[in-house]
């Protein structure tokens, strides 16, 4: 008796929506940078037609602006009627975080000019947490946009500095070995004292120096308050 051949059907494709292409998106910049994204890149990580893209999305300028709509939904917003303070210190380490995740992504956020529901709503909400703190309308522009220089500044430098200790420890044998004849002394001091090379427990690389400037700008921002 002759066996029945088993069939087998190919499992229906996942169908396309905007979400699932800029998540497609993120996952292609993440890997391969910004300069890789083109909706013919897109389409081949999709395994579609570059055709079939846009009804989801009308052309390149709405992906980029589509990924920022997802980044800021990965940056902690604490409600209104946090304190002034807890609330830009939160949503300070969560705009490092994120960006960490996604170095390309301050660029693309700065540069984009289509407002877009989600900025919106982002920015109007820690512009009213200083509103209601009581700083006038000149500060709350101006904080909001110190913190995120600085945010975006500190990461940037700290995607290219050495994070892996036994990294940074050889940093401080290099510069020993290059200024054996004792120039510099206070610069050698400062490198060998210095906190990043004294981890605690659980700790990660220039936390505890984000958190020393981070301090220093929230310690300004509240001699502004009126008293």
Do not use: C
Request: proline fraction near 5%; charged fraction near 30%; hydrophobic fraction near 45%.
């Amino acid at each position: 008796m002759a066996l029945k051949k088993k069939t087998t059907q190919s499992s229906p494709r996942k169908p396309l929506s905007r979400e699932r292409v800029l998540k497609a998106a993120l996952a292609l910049v993440d890997k391969d940078g910004i300069e890789s994204l083109s909706m013919r890149n897109l389409a081949a990580k999709l395994s579609v037609e570059a055709m079939s893209l846009y009804k989801h999305v009308a052309n390149k300028d709405a992906v980029l602006d589509g990924l920022v709509e997802l980044i800021l939904r990965e940056m902690e917003i604490p409600p209104v009627g946090t304190p002034w303070r807890e609330a830009m210190r939160r949503r300070a380490w969560s705009v490092r975080h994120t960006i960490l995740r996604h170095p390309w992504a301050s660029v693309l956020i700065e540069s984009r000019l289509a407002p877009g529901e989600a900025r919106l709503s982002y920015a109007d909400t820690v512009l009213s947490i200083l509103k209601n703190a009581g700083f006038a309308t000149e500060v709350q522009y101006r904080a909001f946009q110190m913190l995120d220089s600085y945010v975006y500044g500190y990461v940037l430098q700290e995607v290219n500095w050495p994070t892996k200790e036994s990294d940074r420890k050889m940093l401080v044998v290099r510069l020993k070995e290059f200024l054996h004849d004792g120039r510099y002394p206070n610069l050698m001091k400062v490198i060998e004292q210095a906190s990043w090379l004294k981890l605690a427990p659980g700790e990660k690389p220039y936390d505890a120096d984000f958190e020393f400037g981070l301090q220093l700008i929230l310690d300004g921002l509240e001699r502004l308050l009126p008293r």
